[in-house]
Nanobody, 115 residues
Framework: QVQLVESGGGLVQAGGSLRLSCAASGGILSRAGMGWYRQAPGKQRELVAT???????NYADSVKGRFTISRDNGQNMVYLQMNSLKPEDTAIYYCNGEWFRIQYWGQGTQVTVSS
């Protein structure tokens, strides 16, 4: 059974940085497409960034140039480095992984950016 556990969220001032981590277990990370999504209060969950098994990345326009997704297959970890944070980045951030067309989600980690 695949499990994804996020960590690294918190409260930060606008302009600051946070690094989110996602620990994967129960699956071979190198075979999975991974991603980060977020959901703000009253809004739908939205894509933030994805990274393919080969390392290709994709970002939402709203975070391009500020966020970086990376993976360490040997450590079964996926990261989201978030710089130049804005109040509109406030949301619960979820780690997502897809193995054999099955989607798995973590429980989420809260990121709050104060102005």
């Amino acid at each position: 059974q695949v499990q994804l556990v996020e960590s690294g969220g918190g409260l930060v001032q606008a302009g600051g940085s946070l690094r989110l981590s996602c620990a994967a277990s129960g699956g071979i990370l190198s075979r999975a497409g991974m991603g980060w999504y977020r959901q703000a209060p009253g809004k739908q969950r939205e894509l933030v960034a994805t990274i393919s098994p080969g390392g290709s990345t994709n970002y939402a326009d709203s975070v391009k140039g500020r966020f970086t997704i990376s993976r360490d297959n040997g450590q079964n970890m996926v990261y989201l480095q978030m710089n130049s944070l804005k109040p509109e980045d406030t949301a619960i951030y979820y780690c997502n992984g897809e193995w054999f067309r099955i989607q798995y989600w973590g429980q989420g980690t809260q990121v709050t950016v104060s102005s």
